[in-house]
């Protein structure tokens, strides 16, 4: 979900704007000051104020934390969870864990982001890595670093190698049939 999402925002601020797709971003980033200054698609600079692009931000927030809520009830028995925490970049999106806290019907409490600092894996970590963008590469890090990686069963369909996600230690013919696309 986080992955639609990423440019999803972007490519609102763009159309509302008038920017490309790199100047969307800048200022995406920037949500966190008073205003943001960009360049337009004409090439004339302007100054952005923060609340008007995060109020063009509100539908796309709105629309995603429909699709994530809908996802995270599917998997949880259509329950809400006692509580969701958001990892990687897009969760710096200004007023996401509000949205989602909203999608669910949670207290806004019980959405937001585990501060980079309280992971134990590394210590002494550059101040640019404490950051929530970087929980997603610093998890890569660590699980390589640990050679520990997701748990994948191998196996042989009509003489084709599969390889499948196996998260219950359990496959069954079905399973390495539908994992091989038969």
Known sequence: CGGAF??????R??????LDFKQG???????????????????VGR??????????????????????AGAIKG???DQAPQGVLLAGGGSMAPGISLALARA??????RVGRRPVELQNRFVSLPQGLKQPWAVTPL??????????GLPFAHFQVNGRWVQALNLNQRFSAFD???????
Do not use: M, Y
């Open 176 to 182: 390495a049939l539908v994992a091989s696309g038969k």
């Open 13 to 18: 601020l763009c159309d509302a704007f008038l």
């Open 139 to 148: 998890g890569i890090a660590g699980t390589a670093l640990e050679k520990r």
């Open 25 to 43: 971003e800048l200022l995406k980033r920037g949500l966190d000051q008073p205003q943001v200054q960009v360049q337009d698609l004409f090439g």
């Open 6 to 11: 990423r440019s999803a925002p972007v490519e």
């Open 104 to 109: 669910l019907d949670l207290a806004p409490a």
């Open 47 to 68: 100054s952005v104020l923060s609340e008007d692009a995060q109020r063009e931000l509100l539908p796309a927030l709105d629309h995603w934390a429909g699709q994530v």
């Open 75 to 77: 998997l949880n028995n």
